[in-house]
């Protein structure tokens, strides 16, 4: 079975300031791995994935993220955080074989000014 | 606007009675997901249909659940005899399939489930 952790619930950083959001994971095989953010009362917006290739994968909004095999981690990153960057961020993981996602508990991320 | 739509937005009911969701995928899409999100959690996968096929239901999807998706287009959802654990977020996804390969799921905003 495929699972996902996020070992952080909250991540507080001052604005300016680079940030990382951790995930490791467990699934068989090469995984599809994904980045998406919360905002409140909202659905699920894609940020970025990574299938394939280069392990540094970049995505929206200058966010990206660091695959690492060995580790088996997709930490969220970037480099100088703003305030309107702050909500409920997500990672998941789908095996290459399957169709579902599966999610983290989510790491809520607060930038203060 | 050509995201994921999904109706109503908010609904409120009481234990025991039926409710439906309605859900529009992004129009080149051939997959739909439905998700189930509670608070403090991660959305938990329910069921995804192909065109119009239910290829796969999650065990916490129980016989009070039903989907559809009759022309291979919107899809519904169905919950029967609503009740207080059901209060929940209801998330809806849409993707495409290209050869064996099937491209990123996005969500719409969803439909918050409150059984009183």
């Known amino acids: 079975a495929q699972s996902v952790a996020q070992p952080e619930d909250q991540v507080n950083v001052a604005e300016g300031n680079p940030l990382t959001v951790k995930c490791t994971y467990s699934?068989?095989?090469?995984?599809?791995l994904f980045w998406y953010v919360q905002y409140p009362n909202r659905g699920l917006q894609f940020l970025l994935k990574?299938?394939?290739?280069?392990?540094l994968v970049k995505g929206s909004y200058g966010f990206e993220a660091e695959f690492n095999k060995s580790q088996t981690s997709f930490h969220l990153k970037k480099p100088s955080a703003l305030v309107s960057d702050s909500a409920l961020y997500f990672c998941?993981?789908?095996?290459?074989?399957?169709?579902?996602?599966?999610f983290g508990t989510g790491t809520q991320l607060k930038v203060e000014l | 606007d050509t995201g994921v739509s999904q109706d109503p937005r908010h609904k409120i009911t009481k234990r025991g009675q039926n409710v439906t969701f309605r859900c529009d995928p992004i129009s080149e899409h051939n997959r739909l997901y439905w998700y189930r999100q509670t608070l403090g959690q991660g959305p938990e996968f329910l069921t995804y249909?192909?065109?119009?096929?239910?290829?796969?239901k999650s065990r916490l999807l129980s016989d009070r659940f039903s989907a559809e998706r009759p022309k291979g287009s919107f899809s519904t959802l169905e919950i029967q005899r609503t009740e207080q654990g059901d209060s929940a977020m209801y998330l809806c996804?849409?993707?495409?399939?290209?050869?064996?390969?099937?491209?990123?799921?996005?969500f719409g905003p969803g439909t918050r489930l409150t059984v009183l």
């Open positions: 996804a849409s993707s495409r399939t290209r050869g064996k390969f099937t491209d990123t799921q996005y």
């Open positions: 998941a993981v789908r095996d290459r074989g399957g169709n579902k996602l599966t």
């Open positions: 699934v068989s095989g090469n995984p599809y």
């Open positions: 249909f192909q065109n119009e096929a239910q290829l796969e």
């Open positions: 990574y299938i394939t290739g280069d392990n």
